[in-house]
Every structure is written in structure tokens, then in C-alpha cells.
């Protein structure tokens, strides 16, 4: 089975940087899409950012750039999420995404990794 788990996250103040990362075991995961996702209380899930497997093209919600970068080591098929200059708005859990060539849809979540940010 395809495992996705995630690490890194844990208390910050604002101001911090955190870095997250995301093991990816089962198969291969050329051509796929990965992606970091949050969810906080109460809300949906929102889109943070996204990479293709050889690192060329990246994608970070409006509410991140500038603050966070995505990157990925596909020898260690690992995806990274690095933040950066942390608000209390971005204390959520966080969880990576596999996503396939050509489609919109992302097939396997990890469990996620708790992020909270005081003020």
C-alpha cells in the first residue's frame, strides 16, 4: 500500500520557521503531483502549495507566497514544506497529497502533523 507520513510539525511563535516533511513508501511516484493541504477547526481543507515530481513547477496559495516554499527529493521520495515567517493563521494540521498525471483529484493523504502558532 501507498503510505504517505508527514513530520516536522509542533509549536512556533510568530515569527518562526517550521519545516515539514512528507515520506512517501509503496511505489513510484514519477509524473505525480504532491501537495500540502490544511485543515483548521471548524473549516474546510484549503490548498497550500504543490510541486511535480522533478521539482520544475510549484504552486502556493496567495496566503503563503513569499512565506513558504514546497520542494521535493525524489531519491528519498520525500516532499518538504518549508515556513517561514509563521502567523497565528496558519496553526492548522497538515497534511500531504499524491496526485496523478493529467487528473484533479489526489489519491492518497497522509495522517497529517499538527502546526500551532502563538502570537
Known amino acids: 500500500q501507498v503510505q504517505l507520513v508527514e513530520s516536522g510539525g509542533g509549536l512556533a511563535k510568530a515569527g518562526d520557521s517550521l519545516r515539514l516533511s512528507c515520506a512517501a513508501s509503496?511505489?513510484?511516484?514519477?509524473?505525480?503531483?504532491m501537495g500540502w493541504f490544511r485543515q483548521a477547526p471548524g473549516k474546510e481543507r484549503e490548498f497550500v502549495a504543490s510541486i511535480n515530481w522533478s521539482g520544475s513547477n510549484t504552486a502556493l496559495a496567495n496566503s503563503v507566497k513569499g512565506r513558504f516554499t514546497i520542494s521535493i527529493d525524489n531519491a528519498k521520495n520525500t516532499v518538504y514544506l518549508q515556513m517561514n515567517s509563521l502567523k497565528p493563521e496558519d496553526t492548522a494540521v497538515y497534511y500531504c497529497?499524491?496526485?496523478?498525471?493529467?487528473?484533479?483529484?489526489?489519491?492518497?493523504w497522509g495522517q497529517g502533523t499538527q502546526v500551532t502558532v502563538s502570537s
Open positions: 497529497a499524491t496526485r496523478p498525471p493529467g487528473q484533479f483529484i489526489w489519491d492518497y
Open positions: 509503496g511505489r513510484t511516484f514519477r509524473s505525480y503531483a
